[in-house]
Protein backbone atom coordinates (compact mmCIF):
# COMPACT_ATOMS: atom_id res chain seq x y z
CA UNK A 1 0.00 0.00 0.00
CA UNK A 2 2.88 2.63 1.10
CA UNK A 3 4.64 1.88 -2.36
CA UNK A 4 1.77 2.12 -4.52
CA UNK A 5 0.86 5.73 -2.60
CA UNK A 6 4.24 6.47 -3.83
CA UNK A 7 4.61 5.23 -6.78
CA UNK A 8 0.65 6.73 -8.16
CA UNK A 9 0.66 9.92 -5.97
CA UNK A 10 3.87 11.29 -5.28
CA UNK A 11 4.64 9.59 -9.04
CA UNK A 12 8.12 8.33 -8.08
CA UNK A 13 10.02 6.21 -10.49
CA UNK A 14 11.08 2.63 -9.60
CA UNK A 15 14.84 3.90 -8.76
CA UNK A 16 13.08 6.42 -7.07
CA UNK A 17 10.80 3.37 -4.68
CA UNK A 18 14.11 1.60 -4.33
CA UNK A 19 15.71 4.54 -2.79
CA UNK A 20 13.18 5.14 -0.31
CA UNK A 21 13.01 1.21 0.57
CA UNK A 22 17.13 1.97 1.10
CA UNK A 23 16.90 5.04 3.05
CA UNK A 24 14.85 2.59 5.54
CA UNK A 25 17.94 0.51 5.68
CA UNK A 26 20.09 2.79 6.53
CA UNK A 27 18.02 4.45 8.95
CA UNK A 28 18.15 0.84 10.87
CA UNK A 29 21.70 1.34 10.75
CA UNK A 30 21.81 4.98 12.54
CA UNK A 31 19.93 4.48 15.25
CA UNK A 32 21.02 0.51 15.67
CA UNK A 33 24.71 0.91 15.29
CA UNK A 34 26.78 1.80 18.13
CA UNK A 35 29.70 1.92 15.94
CA UNK A 36 30.61 5.87 15.12
CA UNK A 37 32.29 5.21 11.74
CA UNK A 38 29.35 2.97 10.58
CA UNK A 39 26.64 5.54 12.00
CA UNK A 40 28.36 8.40 9.77
CA UNK A 41 28.35 5.92 6.80
CA UNK A 42 24.89 5.40 6.80
CA UNK A 43 24.34 9.25 7.20
CA UNK A 44 25.52 10.20 4.50
CA UNK A 45 24.28 7.46 2.14
CA UNK A 46 20.59 7.89 3.63
CA UNK A 47 21.54 12.00 2.89
CA UNK A 48 22.52 11.13 -0.85
CA UNK A 49 19.26 8.64 -1.30
CA UNK A 50 17.22 11.46 0.02
CA UNK A 51 18.46 13.33 -2.83
CA UNK A 52 17.74 10.19 -5.35
CA UNK A 53 14.04 10.32 -4.03
CA UNK A 54 13.35 13.69 -3.53
CA UNK A 55 15.10 15.09 -7.09
CA UNK A 56 16.35 11.71 -8.94
CA UNK A 57 20.25 12.30 -7.81
CA UNK A 58 22.78 9.96 -8.79
CA UNK A 59 23.82 7.75 -6.02
CA UNK A 60 27.29 5.98 -4.57
CA UNK A 61 27.51 1.63 -5.34
CA UNK A 62 27.10 0.42 -1.85
CA UNK A 63 26.28 -2.75 -2.70
CA UNK A 64 28.32 -6.08 -2.43
CA UNK A 65 31.64 -6.45 -3.91
CA UNK A 66 32.22 -8.85 -6.92
CA UNK A 67 32.63 -12.25 -6.38
CA UNK A 68 33.36 -14.08 -9.35
CA UNK A 69 33.70 -17.64 -7.77
CA UNK A 70 33.15 -20.12 -9.95
CA UNK A 71 33.58 -18.06 -12.80
CA UNK A 72 36.06 -18.24 -15.52
CA UNK A 73 37.41 -16.40 -18.31
CA UNK A 74 36.06 -17.19 -21.45
CA UNK A 75 36.64 -14.17 -23.18
CA UNK A 76 39.21 -11.15 -22.74
CA UNK A 77 40.65 -8.38 -25.16
CA UNK A 78 43.55 -6.66 -23.91
CA UNK A 79 43.67 -4.63 -27.03
CA UNK A 80 47.32 -4.81 -27.22
CA UNK A 81 47.76 -5.04 -30.91
CA UNK A 82 47.86 -2.36 -33.53
CA UNK A 83 44.55 -2.83 -34.77
CA UNK A 84 41.12 -4.07 -34.05
CA UNK A 85 40.94 -8.15 -33.93
CA UNK A 86 38.53 -8.72 -36.64
CA UNK A 87 38.75 -12.45 -35.54
CA UNK A 88 36.62 -11.44 -32.52
CA UNK A 89 34.91 -8.82 -33.63
CA UNK A 90 32.70 -7.41 -35.98
CA UNK A 91 32.03 -3.58 -36.59
CA UNK A 92 28.74 -2.98 -36.55
CA UNK A 93 26.03 -0.86 -37.77
CA UNK A 94 27.96 0.88 -40.41
CA UNK A 95 26.29 3.81 -42.24
CA UNK A 96 23.52 6.37 -41.17
CA UNK A 97 22.91 6.25 -37.23
CA UNK A 98 20.32 9.23 -36.02
CA UNK A 99 22.05 12.38 -37.23
CA UNK A 100 24.76 10.99 -38.19
CA UNK A 101 27.23 7.77 -39.42
CA UNK A 102 28.78 4.80 -37.72
CA UNK A 103 32.25 3.94 -39.27
CA UNK A 104 35.54 1.55 -39.29
CA UNK A 105 37.22 4.54 -39.69
CA UNK A 106 36.41 5.59 -36.13
CA UNK A 107 37.90 2.98 -34.40
CA UNK A 108 41.48 2.33 -33.54
CA UNK A 109 44.01 0.36 -31.44
CA UNK A 110 47.36 2.10 -29.98
CA UNK A 111 48.99 1.67 -26.68
CA UNK A 112 47.09 -1.21 -25.62
CA UNK A 113 43.52 0.87 -26.05
CA UNK A 114 40.98 0.24 -28.10
CA UNK A 115 39.95 4.37 -28.92
CA UNK A 116 36.56 4.99 -30.35
CA UNK A 117 36.34 8.89 -31.68
CA UNK A 118 33.36 11.01 -32.39
CA UNK A 119 33.99 13.97 -34.92
CA UNK A 120 32.43 16.29 -38.21
CA UNK A 121 34.76 14.88 -40.90
CA UNK A 122 34.29 14.41 -45.20
CA UNK A 123 34.55 10.04 -44.71
CA UNK A 124 33.16 7.83 -46.40
CA UNK A 125 29.39 8.77 -46.22
CA UNK A 126 30.04 11.74 -47.19
CA UNK A 127 30.18 15.01 -45.14
CA UNK A 128 28.86 14.72 -41.05
CA UNK A 129 28.78 13.32 -37.91
CA UNK A 130 30.89 10.21 -37.35
CA UNK A 131 31.40 8.04 -34.78
CA UNK A 132 32.26 3.83 -34.44
CA UNK A 133 30.70 0.78 -33.10
CA UNK A 134 31.38 -2.64 -32.26
CA UNK A 135 30.01 -5.99 -31.50
CA UNK A 136 31.76 -9.55 -30.70
CA UNK A 137 31.41 -11.92 -33.05
CA UNK A 138 30.74 -14.80 -30.66
CA UNK A 139 27.23 -14.28 -28.91
CA UNK A 140 26.75 -15.27 -25.22
CA UNK A 141 23.96 -15.98 -22.71
CA UNK A 142 24.58 -15.63 -19.15
CA UNK A 143 27.87 -14.98 -17.62
CA UNK A 144 29.85 -11.52 -15.99
CA UNK A 145 30.29 -9.02 -18.39
CA UNK A 146 33.06 -6.63 -17.77
CA UNK A 147 34.64 -3.36 -19.70
CA UNK A 148 37.56 -0.99 -18.08
CA UNK A 149 37.50 2.49 -19.59
CA UNK A 150 37.49 5.44 -19.65
CA UNK A 151 34.52 7.45 -20.88
CA UNK A 152 34.23 10.34 -24.16
CA UNK A 153 33.81 13.90 -22.17
CA UNK A 154 32.39 16.64 -24.20
CA UNK A 155 28.20 16.98 -24.81
CA UNK A 156 25.94 15.18 -27.70
CA UNK A 157 28.53 11.85 -28.35
CA UNK A 158 28.04 8.96 -24.82
CA UNK A 159 29.96 6.21 -24.53
CA UNK A 160 28.38 2.77 -23.53
CA UNK A 161 29.21 -1.18 -23.04
CA UNK A 162 25.57 -3.34 -23.95
CA UNK A 163 23.82 -6.57 -24.41
CA UNK A 164 21.50 -6.99 -27.17
CA UNK A 165 19.11 -9.66 -28.52
CA UNK A 166 17.75 -9.71 -31.85
CA UNK A 167 14.45 -8.56 -31.15
CA UNK A 168 14.01 -7.01 -28.17
CA UNK A 169 11.63 -4.77 -28.80
CA UNK A 170 8.70 -6.88 -30.44
CA UNK A 171 6.59 -8.78 -28.05
CA UNK A 172 6.33 -11.74 -30.14
CA UNK A 173 9.95 -12.15 -29.83
CA UNK A 174 10.82 -10.50 -26.51
CA UNK A 175 8.31 -12.64 -24.58
CA UNK A 176 8.76 -9.99 -21.72
CA UNK A 177 12.52 -10.72 -22.39
CA UNK A 178 12.83 -14.27 -21.32
CA UNK A 179 13.32 -14.54 -25.63
CA UNK A 180 15.83 -11.49 -25.76
CA UNK A 181 16.11 -8.24 -24.11
CA UNK A 182 18.50 -4.96 -24.19
CA UNK A 183 20.77 -4.78 -21.60
CA UNK A 184 22.62 -1.76 -20.85
CA UNK A 185 25.41 -2.53 -18.62
CA UNK A 186 25.93 1.28 -18.63
CA UNK A 187 25.72 4.90 -20.63
CA UNK A 188 27.40 7.89 -19.99
CA UNK A 189 24.97 10.65 -20.48
CA UNK A 190 25.63 12.61 -17.74
CA UNK A 191 28.05 15.39 -19.12
CA UNK A 192 25.52 18.32 -19.77
CA UNK A 193 24.09 17.34 -16.24
CA UNK A 194 26.30 19.41 -13.84
CA UNK A 195 24.51 18.17 -11.04
CA UNK A 196 24.56 14.48 -11.86
CA UNK A 197 28.11 14.78 -13.65
CA UNK A 198 30.29 11.84 -13.51
CA UNK A 199 28.09 9.59 -13.34
CA UNK A 200 26.47 6.38 -15.49
CA UNK A 201 23.14 4.62 -16.01
CA UNK A 202 21.52 1.27 -16.38
CA UNK A 203 18.31 0.90 -18.02
CA UNK A 204 16.76 -2.97 -19.21
CA UNK A 205 14.48 -2.99 -22.31
CA UNK A 206 12.31 -5.68 -23.45
CA UNK A 207 8.42 -5.78 -24.97
CA UNK A 208 5.61 -8.14 -23.94
CA UNK A 209 5.86 -7.60 -20.25
CA UNK A 210 3.02 -9.01 -18.73
CA UNK A 211 1.26 -9.97 -22.12
CA UNK A 212 1.79 -5.99 -23.29
CA UNK A 213 1.65 -6.37 -27.11
CA UNK A 214 2.13 -2.68 -28.14
CA UNK A 215 5.77 -1.30 -27.81
CA UNK A 216 8.72 -2.03 -25.58
CA UNK A 217 8.72 -1.42 -21.69
CA UNK A 218 11.86 -0.48 -20.15
CA UNK A 219 13.32 0.15 -16.10
CA UNK A 220 15.71 2.75 -15.33
CA UNK A 221 17.85 1.31 -13.11
CA UNK A 222 19.33 4.73 -11.86
CA UNK A 223 21.89 6.84 -12.12
CA UNK A 224 25.43 5.64 -9.92
CA UNK A 225 28.71 7.73 -9.36
CA UNK A 226 32.04 6.41 -10.88
CA UNK A 227 35.38 7.97 -9.98
CA UNK A 228 36.48 10.58 -12.59
CA UNK A 229 34.82 8.98 -15.10
CA UNK A 230 36.45 11.39 -17.81
CA UNK A 231 40.18 10.96 -17.07
CA UNK A 232 40.23 7.95 -15.42
CA UNK A 233 39.71 4.16 -16.03
CA UNK A 234 36.68 2.67 -13.88
CA UNK A 235 35.14 -0.69 -14.67
CA UNK A 236 31.24 -1.22 -15.66
CA UNK A 237 30.00 -5.13 -14.95
CA UNK A 238 27.00 -7.33 -15.54
CA UNK A 239 26.26 -10.53 -14.12
CA UNK A 240 23.10 -12.38 -15.79
CA UNK A 241 22.24 -14.76 -13.62
CA UNK A 242 19.40 -17.68 -13.87
CA UNK A 243 17.28 -15.74 -11.74
CA UNK A 244 18.18 -11.53 -12.11
CA UNK A 245 20.41 -9.19 -13.15
CA UNK A 246 23.12 -7.95 -11.27
CA UNK A 247 25.07 -4.50 -11.85
CA UNK A 248 28.77 -3.47 -10.92
CA UNK A 249 30.84 -0.22 -10.94
CA UNK A 250 34.32 -0.62 -9.93
CA UNK A 251 33.70 -4.19 -8.47
CA UNK A 252 30.56 -2.98 -6.42
CA UNK A 253 27.10 -4.17 -7.03
CA UNK A 254 25.01 -0.75 -8.22
CA UNK A 255 21.35 -2.35 -8.74
CA UNK A 256 19.70 -5.86 -9.45
CA UNK A 257 16.59 -6.59 -11.15
CA UNK A 258 14.30 -9.37 -12.91
CA UNK A 259 12.75 -6.71 -14.83
CA UNK A 260 10.12 -8.10 -17.68
CA UNK A 261 8.83 -12.15 -17.52
CA UNK A 262 12.58 -12.89 -16.31
CA UNK A 263 16.10 -12.55 -18.06
CA UNK A 264 16.82 -13.69 -21.37
CA UNK A 265 17.59 -17.42 -22.24
CA UNK A 266 18.94 -16.40 -25.76
CA UNK A 267 22.22 -15.63 -26.91
CA UNK A 268 23.31 -12.20 -27.19
CA UNK A 269 25.59 -9.85 -28.81
CA UNK A 270 27.91 -8.04 -26.91
CA UNK A 271 28.10 -4.33 -28.31
CA UNK A 272 30.83 -1.26 -28.18
CA UNK A 273 29.64 2.06 -28.69
CA UNK A 274 30.55 5.72 -29.12
CA UNK A 275 27.00 6.92 -29.26
CA UNK A 276 25.67 9.70 -31.56
CA UNK A 277 22.99 11.92 -30.77
CA UNK A 278 20.44 13.20 -33.19
CA UNK A 279 20.76 16.03 -35.48
CA UNK A 280 18.85 18.60 -33.22
CA UNK A 281 21.71 18.19 -30.72
CA UNK A 282 24.32 17.95 -32.94
CA UNK A 283 23.68 21.09 -34.46
CA UNK A 284 24.18 22.56 -31.49
CA UNK A 285 28.37 21.13 -31.72
CA UNK A 286 30.91 22.71 -33.52
CA UNK A 287 32.13 21.40 -36.53
CA UNK A 288 35.44 22.42 -36.68
CA UNK A 289 36.55 21.73 -32.88
CA UNK A 290 34.09 19.01 -31.47
CA UNK A 291 36.74 15.99 -30.88
CA UNK A 292 35.97 13.73 -28.46
CA UNK A 293 37.18 9.69 -28.13
CA UNK A 294 35.77 6.61 -26.04
CA UNK A 295 39.12 5.12 -24.55
CA UNK A 296 38.74 0.89 -23.90
CA UNK A 297 41.42 -0.87 -21.58
CA UNK A 298 39.75 -4.01 -21.95
CA UNK A 299 36.64 -6.22 -22.25
CA UNK A 300 36.01 -9.44 -20.52
CA UNK A 301 33.82 -12.29 -20.35
CA UNK A 302 33.12 -14.70 -17.82
CA UNK A 303 31.45 -18.12 -17.38
CA UNK A 304 30.33 -20.48 -14.67
Not at 88 to 97: F, I, L, N, S
Not at 164 to 193: C, M, R, T
Not at 202 to 228: M, P, R, T, W
Not at 268 to 276: F, G, H, T, Y
Request: contains cysteine; charged residues 25%; hydrophobic residues 35%.
Amino acid sequence: MFDKILTEVFKLAPRQLWGVHEQKYYLKQIFTSFNVKKIVAALLAFIELFGLTLLDRPTTPRGQELDLSGYELVFEDQFDGDSLNTDVWDYRGTGARRGGFNSPNQVRVENGNMIMTGEYKNGEFGEGWYTGMIKLKERYCKGYFEIRCIVNDGPGFWSAFWIQADHPYEAQYSKGGVGGAEIDIFESLSWNDKINNNSVSHNIHCAGVDGEQEGFQSLNLGCFYGKNIYTEYNTYGLEWTDNEYIFYINGVETRRSSFGNGVSEVLEDVIVSLEIPGEDILAELDKDTHHTEYKVDYVRIYQK
